[in-house]
């Protein structure tokens, strides 16, 4: 995964850019990090294992003059972070020096020829053979643009890489299968994993593509394909502001984007909502609706979860037959695709190596993908046939919140337009569910207001226990999963997501005063059933805390804790259940004084398999 960075300027302190720009790409992992700057005595290559932080320590007092320079936060792929595994690596002179995203699969015999030749390795990274590749390319002579050509041309697997040199100022960059932007800025230029890295100095971007290298410098940007032929390419603005990166007071980015849910859920169905006659306006579809026969959808995590969510609005309000697969396991399946299945790829960052896998392998067997995405220009945006955008704005946290909301609402949105098209919902009641989901950032705001306080001493509480167990049905089942989800990855606490009704067939065993059970438990019609499973847990003197809406003495008599839930449409209840379940999360994970925004062994996009 990792998070790269290069910069070719002559304003400010080089040094101190790149460690901003790393720290704002420290989501994409955090395991060591290092800088290497060009002087005029040759390349300074400083690095460490632990966070940038402690680079940014170690480097406190350096004062170094540099117009070019790169920068690595590393997520162990090959090799134990540790300070010579570490990025940037270098040729055996000292003299070519690179970070890299990615994994170079066939680095093992390259790294076997390159020692028979000689070349002698620092590290036990796969990236490391690039350098001494590039060393033995320029051997050849030729342009460092042509060598660069000759080694990408050998790489098997996945790569974004800037290298530097120690005789110019200017970044030598590579893409395939790893993400990489360049920013264009006012007598300077950047390049990065992300545009975060560089949004407090530019909103003018290039995407590089699979297959482009290219040349940054002081005054120019050229882009290539990997046989040396020039690409014409198109800048683009982005319109996210530097605001929307930064924690903005709260004390974590978790804690903030939670709280952005309700301008996120506004801000990705504003848009597409004609207000006159509240009816769906849609962007254009891969499949005209009347042709969809089935729609299949792929995911990982928390985005996974938002296409089971998805099922239910698909098949309930459309009546549209729709499967739901993890993309790490469709990728490898013999899958069975009609030209009138609607492949839809869900993913907050577009990143997401299984998901970019299993997109491609739908469309090799004739599928038509639509993407469900939030990061413009993304890897999987300019694969799908047709992109449907979340307009979340950046998600930093590792734990991924705003994104799903935006991708639960997004995917009603389709499912009430799809309902219209094929004659499933009358025009009353797309008017109805529309003005519902108009409704539901005003309740998220009056939910976060009422009941914060209470949430987070559950979230204090649960901190206290080993386990949990989440529970729900129906639409409310992959809720469950999801909140599961949310406490295990950040708090540490194992938790297990379960439909409500399953209980009984195993997991009532694990029941006893050591084991809270945290219930959703909102207005559905499948509510009188969930009641009775919280009996059987009260009945074997389980805690049970529940997510309530309306009035229910007997559900509050049976529970230990409670929290309101405003009333909405149950088609919408999953939007804003997962709300409070964030936050306890959030507050357990704080509470044990974990690091919430990147937890461990874990990263934002998940660009390797
Ligand atoms: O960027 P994507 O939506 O494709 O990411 C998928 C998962 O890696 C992601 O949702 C992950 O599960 C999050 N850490 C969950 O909070």
């Known amino acids: 995964m990792c998070g790269i960075i290069g910069i070719v300027s002559d304003k400010g302190n080089l040094k101190d850019r790149v460690i901003e720009g790393l720290k704002r790409l420290e989501y994409r992992g955090y395991d060591s990090a290092g800088i290497a700057l060009r002087t005029e005595e040759g390349l300074l290559i400083r690095k460490k294992k632990g966070k940038v932080s402690q680079l940014e320590e170690e480097l406190r007092n350096l004062r170094i003059s540099s117009r070019a320079a790169v920068g690595h936060t590393r997520w162990a792929t090959h090799g134990e972070p540790n300070d010579p595994n570490s990025h940037p690596h270098t040729d055996c002179r000292g003299e070519i020096t690179l970070v890299h995203n990615g994994i170079i699969e066939n680095y093992l015999e390259l790294k076997e020829d390159l020692r028979r030749k000689g070349h002698r390795f620092r590290s036990q990274t796969d990236s490391e053979v690039v350098a001494h590749l590039l060393e033995e390319e320029l051997k050849e002579g030729g342009s460092f643009m042509e060598a660069l050509g000759r080694v990408v041309r050998r790489l098997e697997g996945s790569f974004a890489l800037v290298v530097l040199n120690s005789r110019e100022d200017a970044l030598y960059i590579a893409r395939q299968d ?12 950047f390049v990065a994993s992300d545009i975060p890295a560089f949004l407090s100095w530019t909103n003018r971007v290039v995407f590089i593509e699979n297959g482009e290298m290219g040349k940054l410098t002081l005054s120019s940007v050229e882009i290539y394909d990997f046989q040396g032929r020039k690409r014409d390419k198109k800048p683009q603005i982005i319109n996210w502001s530097l605001a929307q990166a930064e924690k903005g ?10 709280h952005e849910q309700a301008k996120a ?11 006159d006659s509240n009816s769906v306006v849609m962007e254009d579809l891969p499949l005209s609706p009347r042709k969809i026969k089935d729609i299949l959808i792929l995911a990982c995590g928390t985005s996974y979860h938002a296409g089971l969510v998805g099922k239910f609005y698909f098949e309930e309000l459309a009546g549209i037959k729709t499967d739901v697969d993890y993309a790490s396991e469709f990728r490898y399946r013999k899958p069975v695709l009609s030209p009138s299945t609607l492949v839809i790829a869900i993913s907050q960052s577009g990143e997401t190596a299984d998901t970019i896998g299993a997109l491609r392998k739908a469309r090799s067997l004739g599928g038509k993908v639509l993407a469900v995405c939030n990061v413009v220009g993304s890897s999987i945006t300019r694969e799908a046939d047709a992109v449907l955008y979340t307009h979340a704005g950046p998600e930093i946290s590792v734990a991924s919140t705003k994104a799903f909301t935006t991708q639960l609402s997004l995917l009603y949105l389709l499912a009430v337009y799809l309902g219209r098209e094929v004659g499933k919902i009358e025009r009353k009641e797309e008017a109805r569910l529309v003005s519902g989901i108009l409704s539901l950032p005003s309740r998220i705001e009056r939910m976060l207001r009422e009941e914060k306080e209470r949430i987070r001493e559950i979230g204090v509480d649960i901190s206290a226990y080993t386990d949990a167990l989440y529970l729900g049905r129906h639409l409310n089942y992959p809720i469950a999963l999801e909140g599961a989800l949310k406490l295990k990855e950040i708090s540490y606490i194992h938790a297990e ?7 009984k067939h195993g997991p009532i065993a694990l029941i006893d005063e050591n084991l809270p059970t945290v219930f959703i438990a909102t207005e559905s ?9 919280m009996e059987e847990i009260k009945s074997r003197r389980g805690k049970i805390i529940s997510l309530l809406s309306g009035e229910h003495p007997e559900i509050e008599e049976l529970s230990d804790a409670v929290i309101k839930v405003p009333e909405v449409d149950e088609y919408l209840f999953p939007i804003i259940n997962i709300i409070p379940l964030q936050l306890i999360a959030y507050y357990a994970a704080d509470f044990l004084g974990h690091d919430v925004d990147q937890p461990r062994n874990l990263a934002k996009s998940v660009t390797v398999e």
Do not use: W
Request: charged share 30%.
């Open 265 to 275: 859920i506004s801000d990705t169905v504003g848009p597409r909502i004609e207000r």
């Open 497 to 503: 997501g379960y439909p409500a009704g399953e209980m």
């Open 178 to 189: 790893s993400p990489l932007v360049v920013g264009l800025g006012d007598g300077e230029n």
């Open 525 to 533: 019609k499948v509510l009188d059933k969930v009641r009775s499973n």
């Open 249 to 258: 007071g709260y004390k974590h980015f978790m804690l903030k984007e939670i």
